[in-house]
Structure formats: structure tokens, C-alpha cells
């Protein structure tokens, strides 16, 4: 996966910081109807499955949550994003990740970093972290869990399907986080000290517009 880091970090702050202020939640049968209709009957399901995890773990423990969210994505297939949507660099909404049944290691972190805050986790206890995946020597992201401002987070990831505390993922050497409220270039455990977020939002607009489309159940102009 070719990712220029520092480009790529800076958009998906714009993503995160606009879709946590959205409600792209609001799954109805509508939708599942356009799924089938365009993907299939098992996409439909995954689609509702999605919503149903939501649902269900409205009340539970953070740890609960964490485990649910992570589990279920992590069941989808990893595919390039080349030979899955014939792009170089793609970013599926959570819907489309679901639909197509695949997507890379964005797609999986993205759709679980906004489940949980669909879940009511708060956004400064969440960063999706760009690393690098030292035993495949490729760049990486995962989402990072931090119980407090200094915890060691844990790491939910698509290649190690534990989750783990990020002491524990010496596989793995964290390069950049981020989420809504900032960029932080990554120290130790994946803590650093934060820089200045902006850039280009040319792949934000494009993300949003789709997630809006979805939302209201608009089929694409």
C-alpha cells in the first residue's frame, strides 16, 4: 500500500472531525433495501448486522463494546484497494466496506473508530494510528483505545485480531495518530506531541458526500 503519511493523516482529520459532528448512523430499511438491490442479500444482512451491534451494545461495558466492534469488522477479508475498487487509494464508508465484503486496513480501522463513537465512546479516548507493520515492512493503521490521556492504549487491528496493549505489538512502530480533536506525530506507545492539523479535504468531500448519499438514501449522481 503506497501512503503519502503526512498528506493522507492530515485529510482523514477532516474526515473525523466532520462525520463525529454528523449522524451517519441512521441505518433504516431504506437502505438496507438499496444494499440488496445493489450488492446483494448477504450485504444487506451485514449492513443490518452492523446496525444490530450497535444497537445491542448501547449499554455495555467499554470493554464490551471494544470487543464486539473489533470482532465483527475483522471478520470481513482484507483486499487491496487496487484490485478492489481499481484505485490507487480509496476510502469506503463503513456501508460500502460491508457491502463489497473487503476493504484494507483504513477501511477497517475508519469503520470501527465510528462504530465506537456511535457507541458513545468519546472521541479523545479514540486515535486511528498510521504504523508501520514491521514483519510485513508495509505502512499500517490501526484504532488506539486510551482509557486515559496516559494510558498505553490498546490496539484493535486487522492483522492481530487480540486486542492488545500496544506494549504488547512490538510488531508494530507507530508513525502518526489522529481523530477528531487534532495530529499527533507518534512517540512511545503512540503517544507524541500534537501538530498543527489541515491540508487538502478534496478525499474528505468525496467521503462525506458519499455518507451523506447513504444516509439519506440517495442513489449517486
Request: glycine share 4%.
Amino acid at each position: 500500500m503506497r501512503i503519502d503519511l503526512v498528506a493522507r493523516v492530515l485529510f482523514l482529520c477532516w474526515i473525523v472531525f466532520h462525520l463525529s459532528a454528523q449522524a451517519t448512523f441512521q441505518l433504516n430499511e431504506a437502505l438496507f433495501q438499496k444494499v440488496q438491490v445493489r450488492f446483494g442479500v448477504e450485504a444487506s444482512k451485514r449492513v443490518r448486522d452492523w446496525q444490530e451491534v450497535i444497537a445491542d451494545n448501547k449499554n455495555s461495558s467499554t470493554a464490551d463494546q471494544l470487543y464486539e466492534v473489533n470482532r465483527f469488522f475483522n471478520r470481513l477479508e482484507f483486499v487491496d484497494d487496487l484490485k478492489h475498487w481499481n484505485k490507487n487509494d480509496y476510502w469506503a464508508t463503513p456501508v460500502e466496506f460491508l457491502s463489497t465484503n473487503g476493504g484494507d486496513c483504513e477501511d477497517f480501522s475508519i469503520a470501527k473508530y465510528f462504530s465506537l463513537r456511535a457507541l458513545g465512546v468519546p472521541t479523545e479516548k479514540l486515535r486511528l494510528m498510521y504504523v508501520k507493520a514491521l514483519n510485513y515492512n508495509m505502512a499500517h493503521m490501526v484504532l488506539a483505545y486510551y482509557e486515559t490521556p496516559k494510558s498505553i492504549p490498546l490496539v484493535l487491528d486487522n492483522l492481530n485480531k487480540d486486542i492488545l496493549s500496544a506494549n504488547k505489538r512490538r510488531d508494530l512502530r507507530p508513525v502518526y495518530s489522529f481523530n477528531g480533536d487534532g495530529l499527533w506525530m507518534a512517540k512511545e506507545q503512540g503517544r507524541g506531541k500534537q501538530v498543527q492539523e489541515g491540508g487538502n479535504n478534496e478525499l474528505w468531500e468525496d467521503l462525506n458526500k458519499r455518507m451523506m448519499q447513504e444516509s439519506n438514501n440517495k442513489e449517486d449522481k
